[in-house]
């Protein structure tokens, strides 16, 4: 089992910025890589970011240059910094901790509640 705290979500206007944080806990010693998924209303779950435990990333196109993804292993967390919000951007933004290899994401099957990040004017 793997347990998320999430946190950092709101509501921000347009170009605005949020940063959010996610501290996972339980049995994640052998995953070497957590990721940020995003879920808008009627929508799939799809991968924003993820952060290998080496620190190599890779980011969805729809994000890059706008977003930075970050992880600090001795405390188990991992950041999304979000900056030039959109409209689009508004999700419910879930962590995930998960296996990478050969540039890949490979998802756990735990999730987190997830926090609501909403961009409007």
């Known amino acids: 089992q793997v347990q998320y705290v999430e946190s950092g979500g709101g509501s921000v206007q347009p170009g605005g910025s949020l940063r959010l944080s996610c501290v996972a806990s339980?049995?994640?010693?052998?995953?070497?890589?957590m990721a940020w998924y995003r879920q808008a209303p009627g929508k799939q779950r799809d991968m924003v970011a993820f952060?290998?435990?080496?620190?190599?990333?890779n980011y969805q196109d729809s994000v890059k240059g706008r977003f930075t993804i970050s992880r600090d292993n001795v405390k188990n967390t991992v950041y999304l910094q979000m900056n030039s919000l959109k409209p689009e951007d508004t999700a419910a933004y879930y962590c995930?901790?998960?296996?990478?290899?050969?540039?890949?994401?490979?998802?756990?099957?735990?999730w987190g509640q997830g926090t609501q990040v909403t961009v409007s004017v």
């Open positions: 339980g049995r994640i010693s052998s995953m070497n890589a």
């Open positions: 952060v290998t435990n080496t620190g190599t990333t």
């Open positions: 995930n901790a998960g296996t990478s290899w050969l540039r890949t994401y490979y998802p756990s099957n735990y």
